[in-house]
Structures are given as C-alpha cells and as structure tokens.
C-alpha cells in the first residue's frame, strides 16, 4: 500500500493541487500547523477553500493529520483560526495518530473563540496582524455580532454596521496606519460586507439539488502584511498583468536583501455552491461559465428585490481603481482577477463624452482575467479576495 506523505499547503500552487486531489477523492494528509499557519488572508482563504473541496468531496469526512504527540495541542491550533476550523465543521472526524476525534469534541476547543468573537473583543482572537470571523452552523453562536445585528439569517448588518465591523478590525490590526485609509474605500467594505453576507444567506446554505447544508461556514479573514517575494511572489506569475502589478508595487526591505509587497487583504468566503450554479445552475461549460461569473460581478445582478441590491462589486471595484487594489474570485472552476493602477483611475479624459467615459470605466472595471493559465479542478464554495497595497511616494512609505 501506498504511504500517505504529508502534501505542501503554502502557495496558491499548493492548494490547487490539494483541490485536484478533492476532485479525484485521493487521500490528502496534513498537519495542523500547515493549516493554520497565518500567511495572510488572501493564502489562508485560499487553503481555506481546498479544505472546504476536500470535505465536500470526502466520502467518510475525516480530516487526516500526520502524526502529533500532542492530541490537544493540534485540536486547539486547528480550532483557533479560520480554515482549521472550517475543516472541522465540514468533517465529521479528525483522524490524529490514528485516533478518531469527534467533530462534537474537537469545536469544543473553539469555545473561548467563539465568545471572544461574538463579543467583539478581537484583541483575544487576533493572530499576529490577522482576525477571522467565522459563522458556524449550528453554533450556539452562529451569528456572530460582528456581522449580524439578531440571531438569525436575515439579519445580516446593513452597510453602516458593516463598516463599524471594518473599522474595529482594521484599527486592531493596524492602528497605526488605520487613518491613512480612504473613508471612501471603508464605505465600500461596508457596502460589499453587507452585500456579500446578505447573498451568502440567501444562497450558499443550499447545495446545487436545493437541499439545505447541514454543515457550513460563512465569514471573512482580515490582515495586514509584508509579504516577501520568497513566500508570496511566485503566487503572482500566473499572469503578466499580474507580474506587473507585484513588480509596481514592491518596496525593498528595510535591510535591502529582500523585495516585499506591503498591503492590507480581506478574503470573504462561503462554503455554498459557487456564484454560477446558485445563479445558473450546475453543467456549464468553462467559457460559458467565465462569462457567467462576470456577469455575477456585474451592476444590478442580484436576485434580490430591495433598492441598492447589486452594487456591491461594483462599489469596491470602483474604490480600488482609485488605490491600485487587487480583487481575486476563486468559485467553480473559475480564478478570475482584476488589478488596477491608480495613476490610471479617471483617465477617460474630460474631452470625452460623459457615455463615452463610462463605456471605458465599465470596462476597465470589468476587465477580469484568469489568474493563471492551467485548468482548474472545480472547488466548493466561493472566496473573494482583496488586497489594498503600500506605496512608495516621494520617498516616502505611505498608505494607499
């Protein structure tokens, strides 16, 4: 019999290829530290989302680890940051030196996080510069304050306690550069929060029969990192529009031995069916379902009747052509980007006419390609990435 040897789980290569394997329902073995290991919130979303596949895909659900001498220990680094304990919800056990842990046992080590949570007090979840905001199924605190005014589903907090939400995050893991942020690109996270989690109740807890999910997870990480070319560059060669926006954006190290891009990300993610089938349906083709999916970025796409419905992504997309930003979609079999240049935001020109101008902005907003040029195994769920960068001005290090 073959021996199960631990897989990498670090670079977006990394968990493409553990998503491959869910796919295939191959044996995947891990260890803790490797899934709860804090790279920033767009990677651990990431390796989040390959947890999720692998569960979705398992037929027993056991989460197999490589071997630990320390039960608890690997149980309560599992349960105390996002995409351990995602895996643990979706798993029905945890296979640890060949002993079966119970889900109902291992969310016990989630406890103390969860209250933390809920009470808003996030200098007692914060890991290094990342907080992550989990809503568990069948929780007894599923609803997180933070994200829900009541408990329960339609409750979701509209726009102006989103950005609250945003606010007392982005202040506590930076707060030292939380003031050099846009107002304007907080109102947008406040918007999109909004809209996002109002999207993910009303259709991420159904799976593509319209079956309720007994298990699953919706939330957001938030960090603030110098991520350096040794450990994150080779996450944007899949694109030369992507190697052009690292190369545009790093700074050198303090030392100068090093090149590093310095930003703030926040990934949102669910654990439903993926944008295209729970607006179109499941057995589209890849094209049809590229452009599926940009369409679900759209303005106005919603299926929501209320005013204002749909003008998340366009809210944020339009903040961060003004800061540079990144937005990355990882849902189905699609990873599609959009990155900008805020020299170039407004440079539709004045001499145009106002249609004109718009044309051009919609496009320049829309223009998503795919982050890489390999084809992707489908994934569970859906996570929206967005990374904000630190500039170099004048000499100077400032915030965007």
């Known amino acids: ?62 989460l197999l680890l490589q071997n630990s001498s320390n039960t608890e220990a690997v149980l309560h680094e599992l349960c105390s940051y996002a995409p351990g304990l995602v895996s643990v919800r979706l798993n029905k ?51 997180l304050s933070p994200l829900f005014a009541n408990k329960n589903s339609h409750s979701v907090r509209n726009s102006s306690l989103m950005k609250q939400t945003m606010v007392a995050i982005f202040k506590q893991i930076n707060k030292r550069d939380f003031n050099n942020l846009e107002a304007e690109l907080i109102e947008a996270f406040g918007i999109f929060g909004c809209e996002l989690f109002k999207n993910t109740q009303e259709h991420a807890l159904r799976n593509p029969s319209d079956k309720p999910y007994i298990e ?75 452009e599926a999916l940009i369409k679900c970025i759209g303005k106005n796409f919603s299926t929501k009747s209320e005013i204002g ?25 699609q990873c599609l980007f959009n990155c900008f240049d805020r020299e170039l935001h407004g440079f539709w020109g004045t001499e145009q006419s106002s249609e004109t101008a718009k044309q051009k902005q919609t496009q320049y907003l829309m223009g998503f390609d795919s982050w890489t040029d390999k084809i992707l195994s489908p994934t569970s769920g859906t996570v929206v990435s967005i990374l904000v960068p630190l500039r170099k001005d004048r000499g100077q290090r400032t915030l965007l």
Request: hydrophobic share 35%; aromatic share 6%.
């Open 1 to 62: 019999m073959e021996r199960t040897v631990e897989s990498p789980f670090e670079s977006l290569d990394d968990v493409e290829n553990i998503i491959d394997k869910a796919a295939s329902d191959r044996p995947v073995k891990l260890s803790s530290e490797s899934i709860s290991k804090s790279y920033g919130a767009l990677r651990d979303a990431a390796r989040l989302q390959a947890l999720v596949s692998l569960a979705r895909n398992s037929v027993d659900k056991v």
């Open 93 to 143: 056990s945890i296979n640890i030196n060949k002993q079966l842990i119970s889900r109902r046992k291992a969310l016990l080590f989630a406890r103390d996080k969860m209250i933390a949570t809920d009470n808003q007090q996030y200098v007692k979840v914060i890991r290094g510069r990342s907080i992550d905001l989990c809503c568990i199924s069948g929780a007894e605190r599923q609803y």
């Open 216 to 290: 699953h997870v919706e939330g957001m990480i938030a960090s603030w990192k110098d991520q350096t070319n040794d450990t994150y560059e080779k996450d944007f060669k899949g694109h030369p529009r992507l190697v052009k926006y690292w190369n545009d954006n790093v700074l050198d190290s303090v030392d100068g031995t090093k090149k590093i891009l310095r930003c703030m990300e926040v990934s949102f993610f669910d654990t439903g069916p993926g944008m295209v089938g729970r607006a179109f349906g499941t057995g589209i083709d890849s094209a049809a379902e590229k």
């Open 309 to 333: 419905a749909g003008n998340g992504y366009p809210t944020i997309l339009n903040q961060l052509s003004k800061v540079g930003g990144l937005i990355r979609i990882r849902s189905g079999n």
